[in-house]
């Protein structure tokens, strides 16, 4: 039987882009925008609503932006997967997108496949980075990491079962829980429950700061391994 189209609710408050968006996604994908609005107040209500598989934010509003929206949605007991569609390719924002949970950090001059492909990726649980925005992201994962000193890290780590790590490191390379799956040769069901387990272990509330916990540690282990070497 054929899945169902994945279900989106846009939230921007320009409306050339609103219906933009939403005339690409219904001509030239199995997706469908349920519904869009440029109000955030009404976001709230179109998100109970419809209940879609993902909502599309931009990151600026006159009233609200983005990332305080979301968090507001959280806050509502509204978990939602959001993808933040913006004109912004400062690092600063794509930091603070990742850190709030986000699936996706897209830009709205993107080519329009590259845009659907993104959000199809992100409905399906991956992380969807826009191609512009890569290399800062990597740059960011490598600058010096922030939190929890390297031993904390390793001590979190070793706290994990040999299958969480395993897991770990494929969330690290952004990979849905089907992908996962099939690289295991487990259940969805049981990869679902292994990275609850991770999330509770390390402390964090989402798979992409997972990722980041991850590569922060490989750099760390890394830079340890060639101070040793010296």
């Known amino acids: 039987m054929e ?3 994945i279900r989106i609710v846009l939230v921007d408050d320009h409306a050339l882009c609103r219906n933009g968006l939403t005339d690409l996604i219904a001509h030239r994908s199995p997706m469908r925008v349920v519904a869009s609005t440029g109000d955030p107040d009404h976001a709230l209500a179109l998100l109970r609503e419809h209940r879609p598989d993902l909502v599309i934010l931009d990151l600026r509003m006159p009233a609200t932006d983005g990332l305080s929206l979301l968090r507001r949605f959280r806050a509502e007991g509204i978990d939602t ?4 569609l913006t004109m912004s390719d400062a ?3 794509l930091a603070a997108a990742l850190r709030a949970g986000v699936r996706g950090y897209l830009l ?6 590259e845009v659907l492909g993104a959000i199809a990726r992100a409905a399906r649980g991956e992380l969807a980075v826009a ?4 290399l800062k992201l990597a740059q960011m994962l490598q600058s010096p990491a922030t939190g929890a000193p390297a031993t904390d890290k390793a001590g979190l780590i070793a706290s994990l079962t040999e299958r969480e790590r ?5 969330v690290s390379r952004g990979e849905s829980n089907k992908a996962i799956a099939r690289a295991l040769d487990i259940s969805h ?3 679902k429950l292994h ?3 991770i999330l509770a272990k390390l402390n964090l509330s989402s798979r992409v700061e997972a990722a980041v916990f991850a590569v922060e540690h490989r750099a760390a282990g890394d830079a340890a391994g060639r101070s040793e070497t010296r």
């Open 195 to 197: 990275v609850r387990h």
């Open 189 to 191: 069901d049981t990869v």
């Open 108 to 113: 709205k001059d993107m080519d329009p496949e």
């Open 166 to 170: 395993q897991i770990l490191e494929h």
């Open 3 to 5: 899945a169902p189209p």
């Open 131 to 134: 191609p512009a925005m890569t």
């Open 81 to 84: 997967p959001a993808v933040i």
């Open 91 to 93: 690092e600063a924002d």
